[in-house]
């Protein structure tokens, strides 16, 4: 494996802990306003909408939208079932906000600028990208590139995010590496030809996680930080 | 005037001497290879064309093609002309690259630091994303996004790019603002509803530069350094 000249990040669950800090802030929300409901089940429902509702986007049967449209969506589809149907406007954008300022995990600032010294790196996300500057921004990970899934209006794991990445880059997709935590995305980048990096998040769905606990193929590296991910492209 | 939530940066003149640059390059390259040639009025005739071969695109008589593709071809016409035609491939791929290592001017670097501390920046340029990455990173420039032509697939002054840069931004025109060294190109982001900034830089042509040398409108900042429009916005 040649080293990549380019190494592109997934950032939900690879490079920020989108459950804790959720849980966190619909906690604190609750504990602020007065209302009981269960935060924790709330967020993991919300991220169970997730794939679902993008999948209406790359199956055609819904027209491009972005991530910020789909979580308002599913937000509001799933307040009336924790008890919570009479959050106002104000409050329901304020929890779709949420997803701009989660939490990087412990190691990802830090090796993200260790790694930066060694190759271009960038976000490669279903967020759009005002809503990955503002968690570059607010979790103080600099990139060399943003990319997300509204420049090329197309969700991962769809060929046209990996393959239109690469054209961006001018770099032939074997030059590229995609570093995620999930497998699923590593095959779909594969599948275009480009360089894998595993990073483990076994602790990315909470205490009963199931899958993605570990490779389930053999990615070009297997890292369990973005540091390490840095020491091993050397 | 509202304080601009993002700031745009115009690349090539603006934070970029193009043409110190490739004078300095192709100069050593002649001396180097012992070749006699105009250097400066290569230079100069080189970015004499750029706007013509960019306005085959705008009007769409040719077909999307990206800088790099266009500083080939007006390079192709012009070496003739120089005394150069024997130059092969390898030399003038290695000419077009220079564009992609371009030196700052000197309070470029710095004064994208200190604004950086107070608004997103980004670059706005006509340049593709893999050059004005290899830009940011040889020339120490760091941005928290990079828009370049060929995300949108349109050249400045085309509405589609500064439009397109603030709906990937989820930002109001009215705040985002693009400073440039070209009053051209700030009249259309005005137009476009951006605010303006300007900075000058008088020497981007050389001593007898006749254009831009001062604002010709009254643009929303006038500031004479990267790091005075940062003071000036506050």
Redesign the interface.
Known sequence: MAKPRAVLFDVFGTLVDWRGSLIAALTAFGEKTGRNADWTGLADAWRGAYQPSMQRVRSGALAWTGL?ALHRASLDDLLPRFGLAALGDAERDWMVALWHRLRPWPDSAAGLARLRERA?IGTLSNG???LL?DL??TGGM?F???F?A??FRHYKPDPETYLGAC?????PPGAVMLAAAHNSDLAAARGCGLQTGFIPRPDEHGPSQKRDVQAEADWDVIADSVGALADKIG
Chains 1, 2 share one sequence.
């Open positions: 910020d271009i759009p990208v005002a500057v570059a921004k600099t060399d590139v943003i997300g509204d420049i054209a961006l880059l001018a770099l």
